[in-house]
């Protein structure tokens, strides 16, 4: 398990990746967790990396923007009636 130290130096590491390098991070560390819709045609989709989540913006067009990388769970909130936690919990 990692410290709150590690967890925030991998934190800030991201954060100071150029965005192609953050997005190859979250494609090859994370764990898709829910999307939401942003906008007229966009969506934002929040995946874990580690002890952090990241939310990703896919606007209409077929780029992407790195919205936030975060530790807080309070961010989750808009993602909470997507995911499941039942599966983990275990029986």
């Given at each position: 398990m990692e410290s709150a130290d590690?967890?925030?130096?991998?934190?800030?590491?991201?954060?100071?990746l150029?965005?192609?390098a953050q997005l190859t991070c979250v494609w090859e560390q994370g764990?898709?967790?829910?999307?939401?819709?942003?906008g007229a045609a966009g969506l934002v989709?929040?995946?874990q990396v580690g002890a952090f989540?990241?939310?990703?913006?896919?606007?209409?067009?077929?780029?992407?923007v790195v919205l936030r990388?975060?530790?807080?769970p309070m961010?989750?909130?808009p993602y909470l009636d997507q995911i499941d936690i039942q599966s983990s919990?275990?029986?």
């Amino acid at each position: 398990m990692e410290s709150a130290d590690e967890t925030r130096r991998t934190l800030t590491a991201f954060n100071q990746l150029p965005p192609p390098a953050q997005l190859t991070c979250v494609w090859e560390q994370g764990y898709y967790l829910a999307a939401r819709p942003d906008g007229a045609a966009g969506l934002v989709r929040i995946y874990q990396v580690g002890a952090f989540f990241v939310e990703i913006h896919f606007p209409a067009s077929s780029d992407f923007v790195v919205l936030r990388a975060f530790r807080d769970p309070m961010h989750l909130q808009p993602y909470l009636d997507q995911i499941d936690i039942q599966s983990s919990l275990g029986d």
